[in-house]
């Protein structure tokens, strides 16, 4: 069973910033591709970024040129970057690993922006 441990959220003014981290229990290769959901209260849970085994990525239109996912192998960690935050970005922020079949989350991580 894939481990995900989360960290790195909290309560930040608007036009701030914060970075997430995901560190995974085994190498992160392991996974065809990693990502970033956010779920506000009354929403569904949306794809915020994606990154593939390749490095390839993928932002929802609403965090372009404000977010950045990127990884760190030899640490086995997924980032997520999150620069002029506003009220809307505030959500529980949730690590995605992808394996053939399956799919593992973390445990979720709560991002409040507020002034």
């Known amino acids: 069973q894939v481990q995900l441990a989360e960290s790195g959220g909290g309560l930040v003014q608007p036009g701030g910033s914060l970075r997430l981290s995901c560190t995974a229990a085994?190498?992160?290769?392991?996974?065809?591709?990693m990502g970033w959901y956010r779920q506000a209260p009354g929403n569904e849970r949306e794809l915020v970024a994606i990154?593939?085994?390749?490095?390839?990525?993928h932002y929802v239109d609403s965090v372009k040129g404000r977010f950045t996912i990127s990884r760190d192998i030899a640490k086995r960690t997924l980032y997520l970057q999150m620069n002029s935050l506003n009220s809307e970005d505030t959500a529980v922020y949730y690590c995605?690993?992808?394996?053939?079949?399956?799919?593992?989350w973390g445990q979720g991580t709560q991002v409040t922006v507020s002034s």
């Open positions: 995605n690993a992808k394996k053939i079949g399956t799919a593992a």
């Open positions: 085994e190498s992160i290769l392991n996974f065809y591709a």
């Open positions: 990154i593939t085994n390749g490095g390839s990525t």
